[in-house]
Antibody, heavy 119, light 110 residues
Framework: QVQLQESGPGLVKPSETLSLTCTVS????????YYWIRQPAGKGLEWIGR???????DYNPSLKSRVTMSLDTSRGQFSLRLISVTAADTAVYYC?????????????WGQGILVTVSS | QSALTQPASVSGSPGQSIAFSCTGT?????????VSWYQQHPGKAPKLMIY???NRPSGVPDRFSGSKSGNTASLTISGLQAEDEANYYC??????????FGGGTKLTVL
C-alpha cells in the first residue's frame, strides 16, 4: 500500500527558505506525478505544483518564482523548496501522488505537516 | 489563475441526494475532462472521491458520482449519510498545464 509522509521543520523564520521532504513507501517512486498542496488554517486547498520522474514540472503561477521541486528516486523522496517565506506561507503542507498517468488528480496523500513562518 | 467557484455551504438530511457545483471557464473545467473531487474531514488529509469527471477510485461508495456540463462540474451524493459531513473541494487541470482548486463547500448533514 502506497504511503506518503511529509517531514521538515515546523518553524521557519521570515525571509528564509522552507524545505520539506515527502518519503514514499509501498512501491516504486518512479513513473508518477507528485504534488505539493497547502492549506492555511481555516482556508481552502492551494495547489503549489507537480513534478514527475522525467523531471517534468509545473508550478502555481503565484508561487513559481519562489518554488523548486525535486525527486530523489534512490531515496524514495520528493522535495519542496520555497524561498523568501512570509507569514502568508504558514499552512499545512501536503504531498500527494497521482497514479492516473495524466497528472490531474491526487490519489494518495500524506498526513500533512504544519509549517509556521514566524520570527 | 483564478480559483474555481464553489458554493460556501450546502446542507441536506440523511437519505437525501445533494449536488455540489464547481464552476470554471473554458480554460479549465470546460476545456478538459480532468476534474477531480476531494472530501476533507476536519483535521484530516483530503481524500479523492472522483477523478476525470466521473471515475470513482476503488473503495469510494457508488453513492458518490460526478458529471460535467459546459464550464460547470458537479458532485452528487445520493443517500446522504451523517459521515458525509465534511468539506468538499473540486480541482481542475488548466490550459496553462497547472491545476487549480475550488474554494470548497462545507456540507452539513441535518
Amino acid at each position: 500500500q502506497v504511503q506518503l509522509q511529509e517531514s521538515g521543520p515546523g518553524l521557519v523564520k521570515p525571509s528564509e527558505t522552507l524545505s520539506l521532504t515527502c518519503t514514499v513507501s509501498g512501491g516504486s517512486i518512479s513513473g508518477y506525478y507528485y504534488y505539493w498542496i497547502r492549506q492555511p488554517a481555516g482556508k481552502g486547498l492551494e495547489w503549489i505544483g507537480r513534478f514527475n520522474t522525467r523531471e517534468f514540472s509545473d508550478y502555481n503561477p503565484s508561487l513559481k518564482s519562489r518554488v523548486t521541486m525535486s525527486l530523489d528516486t534512490s531515496r524514495g523522496q520528493f522535495s519542496l523548496r520555497l524561498i523568501s517565506v512570509t507569514a502568508a506561507d504558514t499552512a499545512v503542507y501536503y504531498c500527494a501522488r497521482d497514479d492516473t498517468g495524466i497528472g490531474s488528480a491526487a490519489i494518495y496523500w500524506g498526513q500533512g505537516i504544519l509549517v509556521t513562518v514566524s520570527s | 489563475q483564478s480559483a474555481l467557484t464553489q458554493p460556501a455551504s450546502v446542507s441536506g438530511s440523511p437519505g437525501q441526494s445533494i449536488a455540489f457545483s464547481c464552476t470554471g471557464t473554458s480554460s479549465d473545467v470546460g476545456g478538459y475532462n480532468y476534474v477531480s473531487w476531494y472530501q476533507q474531514h476536519p483535521g484530516k488529509a483530503p481524500k479523492l472521491m472522483i477523478y476525470e469527471v466521473t471515475n470513482r477510485p476503488s473503495g469510494v461508495p457508488d453513492r458518490f458520482s460526478g458529471s460535467k456540463s459546459g464550464n460547470t462540474a458537479s458532485l452528487t451524493i445520493s443517500g446522504l449519510q451523517a459521515e458525509d459531513e465534511a468539506n468538499y473541494y473540486c480541482m481542475s487541470y488548466t490550459s496553462s498545464s497547472t491545476l487549480v482548486f475550488g474554494g470548497g463547500t462545507k456540507l452539513t448533514v441535518l
